[in-house]
């Protein structure tokens, strides 16, 4: 591939991955030969019914988990042959992931929580503190700096694991479900807090999900189905 | 430096979000170590009471005798009065007490009983010094110098003799000659011992005794003390330089089992370390294998976020340095609090009776030694960590996707 000028580089490059867990007779094909590049700004959605694998592409791209056969790209690093410490790292300087749920520390506050990956990152006291009290009140958290996750709603809770997915300034968001513990409205505003931050910051989303509200913001729509993709479209 | 300035909070935390259990395994760690901090004083406090009642009673800490006279004690295997240079040793400053006495065996007789006993000849002024059972006395009066020929019996031969203060009985001994030497004698004192001391020992002075059997001024032992315990082989060796004829021994080589029960209560102690520290192990494997099980979906996203095994490894392990820490912290203070609080000694005379065979004083000092005081908690600080890295390891080994697929 080529890059010239202004045109757009891939951050993630999947070149056929194909992932099998278990052997013989119990073997499942959870990807089955996926090639797909997601480009620098990309506010992406990955979306297909349950068990299509979703969650494994996103893990390969997160570099938590091994391909079968294939190679990841991230950020012009190839993940095979990575140790489990490389990998580490490189999670740490170039990922920010957003789970579904239980995505935060319980006994850190929001702030110790996103001044986690900051201090893994031996970034100096002061920067961090003042990088995480930023990315606090750039999701709406100005204020709820020394809460406790217990003591947050749920789409507060998000909004930190945003917050923390964001302050290390990662290459790339991966988000898997991360509106599907919350109600229409708190995903509505969690959805354009992310699209928010891709079109300001230019920060790079992919997302898995199935909700449509989520969806609909996305400007590239990429459908999975028995571990392969189906559709990949931009709006 | 930095990765422990961000475990050790997250650690110390993690600690407290099961009170319950972090409560219950410092309870096990503090009173375990406890128990063997208790049990490790109140033994050696026993033991050396015990040791100390008994050598004061008339062991001393070490005695000398004619060569062959311990293996058969008669009248052939006495010894002369200490020459010039045992004389000095014995007055040489590391001794701080000794007394000669003239030992046989004989047979008491009253006018119901013949009982086989040990007659004792000494010395009352060096006794009164070196021996316990002057003040032991509960009926008439001890002996009042060497040449006083009254005999102060214990309180259960006078029962066994039918006989009481005021009244006569008659001492045999073998004399010099080789003829039996029979005399009457006063008995002018009753003491109060055990019992089996009681029926062994007769006292009488030690000049009376020597006219008796006819063997001049000789002797059967000298007994001696020492100030310090510690001090005693240094001084039997020098004691040994002055008189190399004669046999010297100290209190472990002439009572066996008085030896044998030192080492062995040093033994239960060990032997009672041993089972709590099984116990205590047992316990951390326990609670830190749950307290990990519980977590492995948050130890698969702090390592998404991107911590090594390393760090997990560091991490719960650092939770069991501090938790077990604090555990042994307690019970050191527990332990130091438990001798601070019984420092005017624990009064057994309430039990004396039925403790009689232990032989114990009747007050104990409680007293933890400093080497004690810094390994047994070292110990158990160090194996509570070391088996709790079994559930660390698993921690660390943790594979990131398959702890997050696990629903908390
Ligand atoms: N660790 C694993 N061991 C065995 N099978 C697995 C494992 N992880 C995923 N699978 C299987 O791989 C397939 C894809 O799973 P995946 O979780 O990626 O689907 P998904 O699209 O994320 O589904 P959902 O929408 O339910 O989250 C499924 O059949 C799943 O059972
Ligand atoms: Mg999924």
Known sequence: ?235 | MENFRLLAPLAWRNLWRNPRRTVITLFVVSVGLWSVLAMASFITAWAQSSRDATLRLLLAQGQIHAEGYLDNPNIDRLMDRPDATLLAALNAPEVSNWAARLELPAVVQSEYKTLPVSVVGVVPEAEIRISSVPEKLVEGRYLSGPEDDGAVIGLNLAKRLKTALGRRVILMITGEDGWLEERSFDVVGIYDADTAFEDTYVFTGQTAMQNMVGVGDKIAQIAFEVPQDDALSGVVDSLRAAAPTLDIRQWRDLSLMLGAMDASMDASVYVWMSVMMVMISIGVINTQLMAVFERIHEFGLLRALGLKPGHVLALVTLESVLLIGLGVLIGMAMGAATVWGLRDGIDLSAFSQALEAFKSGEVLYLEIKPIDYVIFPLAIWLLGVLVALWPAWRAAKISPVEAMRHAT
């Open chain 1, 1 to 235: 591939m080529q890059h010239k000028g202004n045109e757009m580089t891939a951050i993630v490059s999947c070149k056929g991955i194909t992932k099998v867990f278990g052997k013989g007779e119990l073997a499942v094909h959870a990807l089955r030969g996926i090639d797909l590049d997601i480009m620098e700004g990309d506010f992406a959605t990955l979306a297909g019914p349950s068990g299509s694998g979703k969650t494994t592409l996103l893990n390969m791209i997160g570099a938590l988990d091994h391909p079968t056969e294939g190679e990841v790209t991230v950020d012009g690093q190839s993940l095979s042959g990575l140790s489990k410490s490389a990998l580490s790292d490189l999670r740490l300087q170039k990922v920010g992931f957003i789970f579904q749920a239980y995505n935060l520390v319980p006994v850190l506050s929001a702030r110790e929580n996103v001044e986690f990956v900051l201090r893994l990152a031996k970034v100096s006291v002061a920067e961090r503190r003042s990088r995480a009290d930023a990315a606090l009140a750039e999701v709406g958290l100005q204020g709820m700096e020394t809460r406790r996750p217990s003591a947050l709603s749920g789409g507060q809770q998000q909004r930190v694991a945003i917050a923390r997915a964001l302050v290390g300034r990662p290459r790339i968001v991966l988000a898997d479900e991360p509106t599907a513990n919350l109600d229409s409205k708190t995903t509505g505003e969690l959805v354009d807090l992310m699209y928010r931050l891709n079109q300001d910051s230019g920060i790079t989303f992919l997302m898995g999900t199935h909700d449509p509200r989520v969806m609909a913001h996305s400007k590239r729509h990429i459908e999975m189905e028995d571990g392969q993709i189906i559709s990949d479209t931009r709006s």
